[in-house]
Nanobody
Framework: QVQLVESGGGLVQAGGSLRLSCAAS????????MGWFRQAPGKERESVAN????????YYADSVKGRATISRDNAKNTVYLQMSALKPEDTAIYYC????????????WGQGTQVTVSS
């Protein structure tokens, strides 16, 4: 089992930045692909970014491309999402998830952290 705990959310003004962290426990996540998702009120959950188990491959949704950077520190069993130039439409609950390499679906999810961007 992998437990994931997100932190770093909060209230930020448009144009600001923040860094979300996802601390994993239970197992080393060095062999897991990791992803960040978000869900805004009344909307479906969407993928924001993901990073391969090695860190060698990343993906970004078009909505955050150029404004977000996903990274991982396997020694700390932690994944990060750095976001800048935040917009009100970035307001959502952000979730971290883990997917064992070779597995199609994300098996482990955190409880989420709220990000609110004021205009």
């Amino acid at each position: 089992q992998v437990q994931l705990v997100e932190s770093g959310g909060g209230l930020v003004q448009a144009g600001g930045s923040l860094r979300l962290s996802c601390a994993a426990s239970g197992r080393p996540v060095s062999t897991y692909n990791m992803g960040w998702f978000r869900q805004a009120p009344g909307k479906e959950r969407e993928s924001v970014a993901n990073i391969s188990w090695s860190g060698g491959s990343t993906y970004y949704a078009d909505s955050v491309k150029g404004r977000a950077t996903i990274s991982r520190d396997n020694a700390k069993n932690t994944v990060y999402l750095q976001m800048s130039a935040l917009k009100p439409e970035d307001t959502a609950i952000y979730y971290c998830a883990a997917r064992y390499r070779g597995v199609a679906s994300y098996d482990y999810w955190g409880q989420g952290t709220q990000v609110t961007v004021s205009s």
